[in-house]
C-alpha cells in the first residue's frame, strides 16, 4: 500500500520566519494534495499538484512536486499566527476514482 | 461558496448502540467518501460511493458499517453496534469530477465518542 512520509511531524518557529514541510512516496504519485486542518476541525484544501516538476502559490504558501513525482515541498514565507495548524498530504494513486491516502501530518505552531 | 455539511458535529453514544453520521455534499457532486481521524492519528479512508454504491472501502470498513445515499441530497454513514474504538473524527468529503483531478472537498467532521 501506499505510504506518505510528512517532515517534520512538528514545527515550532517565530513569527516572520520561512518554514518548509516535505512529503515523500515510495511510489510515483499521479496526484499530491496539500490540506490544513486545525484542531478538531476540518480539512481546508490549500493546493493540487499533477505534474513532474509543477509549482503553485497561493498568498505566501508555494507548494512543488518533484520531477519523479515523489516528493513534495510546501514553503510559507514570512509565517503568521493564521498558519499554525496541521498540514496534511494526501496522495492519488492514479487517475480513476481512488481515494486518496495521507500522510500523519506535520503540526505548525507560530509564535509571536 | 459551496460546502460540504455533516451532522451532528458531536455524538456521545453507549457502546452497543446505533449511530447514523449525517453529510449533506455538494449539490452538483457525484462522489462521496467517509475518512475518519482517530485522535492524534492519520485521516484515514473507510468509503467511496458513486452512482448509489460503494465503489471502494478499505479493511477498516466492516460489516458493522453502512452507507446510503437515501434521496438526493443526504449521504449517511451507519455504524450498527459501536465499539470503543469507533471514537473518532468522521469526515465526510465529495468531489465533483470523475478522476483525481479536482478538489477534494471536506466537512468539518462529527466526532463520535463511544463509552
Redesign the interface.
Known amino acids: 500500500s501506499q505510504e506518505l512520509e510528512q517532515s517534520p511531524q512538528s514545527l515550532i518557529v517565530q513569527e516572520g520566519k520561512n518554514l518548509t514541510i516535505n512529503c515523500t512516496s515510495s511510489k510515483t504519485l499521479y496526484g499530491l494534495y496539500w490540506y490544513k486542518q486545525k484542531y478538531g476541525e476540518g480539512l481546508i484544501f490549500l493546493m493540487m499538484l499533477q505534474k513532474g516538476g509543477e509549482e503553485k502559490s497561493h498568498e505566501k504558501i508555494t507548494a512543488k512536486l518533484d520531477e519523479k513525482k515523489q516528493q513534495s515541498s510546501l514553503h510559507i514565507t514570512a509565517s503568521q499566527p493564521s498558519h499554525a495548524g496541521i498540514y496534511l498530504c494526501g496522495a492519488a494513486k492514479n487517475s480513476g476514482n481512488t481515494p486518496l491516502v495521507f500522510g500523519k501530518g506535520t503540526r505548525l505552531s507560530v509564535i509571536a | 461558496e459551496p460546502e460540504v455539511t455533516q451532522t451532528p458535529s458531536h455524538q456521545v453514544t453507549q457502546m452497543g448502540q446505533e449511530v447514523i453520521l449525517r453529510c449533506v455534499p455538494i449539490s452538483n457532486h457525484l ?1 462521496f ?1 467517509w ?1 475518519r481521524q482517530i485522535l492524534g ?5 473507510l468509503v ?1 460511493f ?1 452512482n448509489n454504491e460503494i ?2 472501502k ?1 479493511e477498516i470498513f466492516d460489516d458493522q458499517f453502512s452507507v446510503e445515499r437515501p434521496d438526493g441530497s443526504n449521504f449517511t454513514l451507519k455504524i450498527r453496534s459501536t465499539k470503543l474504538e469507533d471514537s473518532a ?1 468522521y ?1 465526510c468529503a465529495s468531489r465533483g469530477t ?12 462529527s ?1 463520535l465518542t463511544v463509552l
Do not use: D, P
Open positions: 462522489y467518501y475518512y492519528q492519520k485521516v484515514e479512508f467511496s458513486y465503489s471502494e478499505s473524527m469526515f470523475a478522476a483525481n483531478t479536482g478538489e477534494l472537498f471536506f466537512g468539518e467532521g466526532r
